[in-house]
């Protein structure tokens, strides 16, 4: 595969992870939200788009930190399918989709046991469909670490991993240096929104005991770092020691050598989220494993073309790449 080329005047790394953000027009689908309820008496919301074929091909896709099924890249990329005439569906993390889950937990980067759930519905929904997925950043390491632990047993004839913060914790350090400080402070805010809607939530239908849990971890004030966030919320609420185990436990790097699906990985060097050093090597691969990588791109960017007729890469290479 040819190495990506960034539009002109979209070479900096902040430009290609900003620019869809800001100035691109979403397309607009038509799709049907299905709404999943968990053993734990939690939901998720997925929403579908493509034919009702029930032996099309059908992909789930997973979204970044803070994004939802309505992010730029998974509309995009839904649109796609459609037009090969795949199947797709987006999943919302929980908390994600318009409203506060109803749990004092959320999501994080190690929600694996939320994609078995969500795969084994998928199975028993389309029975005679074959099964894909794409993750982004957070929803790819997310995804990896499933492919890891599930082995030969994943439910997928294959995976994509897009903009994959491979290790959690150099990712933190990453991402509280420099511009990219920028980034880190609009997810510190966003964060503590969702943690402050969902107390809202409590207080407003009287579940106490969970308003109680939320409250006793401490304040929305005074966190700066993804280490101060995860320290305070992440980790105890979703049963790891500290933030430190919670990175250890969480990162894909350490799942890779135990993916037996067909997976391709998507990064750049130049992600302003991710060491270059953080990225795997070879030997560190299964070989059912594709690395993909360029020198330019930023974090879930890759937009090539022109400024005014952008092309987006991903959207072209991840269905060429699932349609082998």
């Given at each position: 595969?040819?190495?990506?080329?960034?539009?002109?005047?979209?070479?900096?790394p902040?430009?290609?992870?900003l620019?869809?953000?800001f100035?691109r027009?979403?397309?607009?689908l038509?799709?049907?939200?299905?709404?999943?309820?968990?053993?734990?008496?939690?939901f998720?919301?997925?929403?579908?788009?493509g034919?009702?074929d029930?032996?099309a091909?059908?992909?789930?896709?997973?979204?970044?930190?803070?994004g939802s099924?309505?992010s730029?890249?998974?509309?995009?990329?839904?649109?796609?399918?459609?037009?090969r005439n795949?199947?797709?569906?987006?999943?919302n993390w929980?908390g994600?989709?318009?409203?506060?889950?109803l749990?004092?937990?959320?999501y994080?980067?190690?929600?694996?046991?939320d994609?078995?759930?969500?795969?084994?519905?998928l199975?028993?929904?389309?029975p005679?469909?074959?099964?894909?997925?794409?993750?982004?950043?957070?929803?790819?390491?997310?995804?990896?670490?499933?492919?890891?632990?599930?082995?030969?047993?994943?439910?997928?004839?294959?995976?994509?991993a897009v903009?994959?913060?491979?290790?959690?914790d150099e990712?933190?350090?990453?991402?509280?240096?420099g511009?990219?400080?920028?980034?880190?402070?609009?997810?510190?805010?966003?964060?503590?929104?969702?943690?402050?809607?969902?107390?809202?939530?409590?207080?407003r239908i009287?579940q106490n005991?969970?308003?109680?849990a939320?409250?006793?971890?401490?304040?929305?004030?005074?966190?700066?770092?993804?280490?101060?966030?995860?320290?305070?919320?992440?980790?105890?609420?979703?049963?790891?020691?500290?933030?430190?185990?919670?990175y250890?436990?969480?990162?894909?790097r350490?799942?890779?050598?135990r993916i037996?699906?067909?997976?391709?990985?998507?990064?750049?060097?130049?992600?302003?989220?991710?060491?270059?050093?953080s990225l795997?090597?070879?030997d560190?691969?299964?070989?059912?494993?594709?690395?993909?990588?360029?020198?330019?791109g930023g974090?879930?960017?890759?937009?090539?073309?022109?400024?005014?007729?952008?092309?987006?890469?991903?959207?072209?290479?991840?269905?060429?790449?699932?349609t082998r």
């Amino acid at each position: 595969m040819p190495a990506f080329q960034p539009a002109r005047y979209l070479s900096n790394p902040h430009l290609q992870t900003l620019w869809a953000s800001f100035c691109r027009t979403p397309p607009q689908l038509q799709r049907q939200r299905e709404r999943l309820w968990l053993e734990d008496g939690d939901f998720l919301d997925m929403d579908w788009h493509g034919p009702h074929d029930a032996e099309a091909p059908l992909v789930l896709l997973l979204h970044g930190l803070t994004g939802s099924s309505s992010s730029h890249y998974i509309l995009g990329l839904q649109q796609q399918l459609a037009q090969r005439n795949w199947a797709s569906v987006a999943l919302n993390w929980r908390g994600c989709s318009g409203e506060p889950n109803l749990l004092p937990r959320g999501y994080h980067s190690g929600v694996s046991e939320d994609v078995l759930h969500v795969i084994r519905h998928l199975q028993a929904k389309r029975p005679l469909a074959p099964l894909y997925a794409v993750g982004y950043s957070l929803g790819g390491n997310v995804l990896l670490k499933y492919l890891g632990e599930q082995g030969a047993d994943s439910g997928l004839q294959g995976a994509v991993a897009v903009s994959v913060p491979f290790r959690l914790d150099e990712c933190a350090q990453r991402i509280d240096q420099g511009f990219s400080k920028i980034y880190q402070a609009h997810f510190m805010k966003e964060l503590t929104a969702y943690v402050r809607d969902k107390q809202q939530l409590f207080a407003r239908i009287g579940q106490n005991d969970h308003l109680l849990a939320l409250q006793q971890l401490g304040p929305l004030t005074g966190m700066r770092t993804f280490w101060d966030f995860d320290g305070r919320f992440t980790a105890p609420l979703h049963g790891y020691a500290d933030a430190a185990d919670y990175y250890r436990r969480a990162s894909s790097r350490f799942f890779l050598r135990r993916i037996e699906t067909p997976t391709l990985l998507i990064q750049s060097e130049d992600d302003p989220f991710v060491f270059r050093h953080s990225l795997p090597q070879a030997d560190e691969l299964a070989p059912c494993i594709e690395f993909e990588r360029h020198a330019r791109g930023g974090h879930v960017g890759f937009i090539g073309g022109s400024l005014k007729q952008p092309e987006y890469y991903l959207e072209k290479r991840i269905p060429e790449w699932l349609t082998r």
